[in-house]
Nanobody, 124 residues
Framework: QLQLVESGGGMVQPGGSLRLSCVVS????????IAWFRQTPGKAREGVSC????????TYADSARGRFAISRDNAKRTVYLQMNNLNTLDTGVYYC?????????????????WGQGTQVTVSS
């Protein structure tokens, strides 16, 4: 059973940066695409970015493109989400999720494995 653990959330002022980490255990990381989602109260879970398995392609939702960067270090079994120029709309609980090999879009349904989430709050 694949397990994912997020960390790195916190409170930051608008314009600031955070780097989230997702440590993966229980399976070979390069067999899985890892995506980041976020959720705020009353809203559906929203996909932000994804990094595929062995091919290492990356994709970004419109809300993240140009500000966020996803990367993976298979040796450390970790996927990162560098978030820059944060604004209040980026506030939410951020989750990493996994599916086999290829990114499967930004709907949560295709992702079989989920972490517990880490809170990101952007506020002045």
């Amino acid at each position: 059973q694949l397990q994912l653990v997020e960390s790195g959330g916190g409170m930051v002022q608008p314009g600031g940066s955070l780097r989230l980490s997702c440590v993966v255990s229980g399976g070979p990381l390069d067999h899985y695409a890892i995506a980041w989602f976020r959720q705020t109260p009353g809203k559906a879970r929203e996909g932000v970015s994804c990094a595929s398995g062995a091919e290492t392609t990356t994709t970004y939702a419109d809300s993240a493109r140009g500000r966020f960067a996803i990367s993976r270090d298979n040796a450390k079994r970790t996927v990162y989400l560098q978030m820059n120029n944060l604004n209040t709309l980026d506030t939410g609980v951020y989750y990493c999720a996994a599916t086999y090999y290829y990114c499967s879009g930004y709907e949560p349904g295709p992702y079989q494995f989920w972490g517990q989430g880490t809170q990101v709050t952007v506020s002045s």
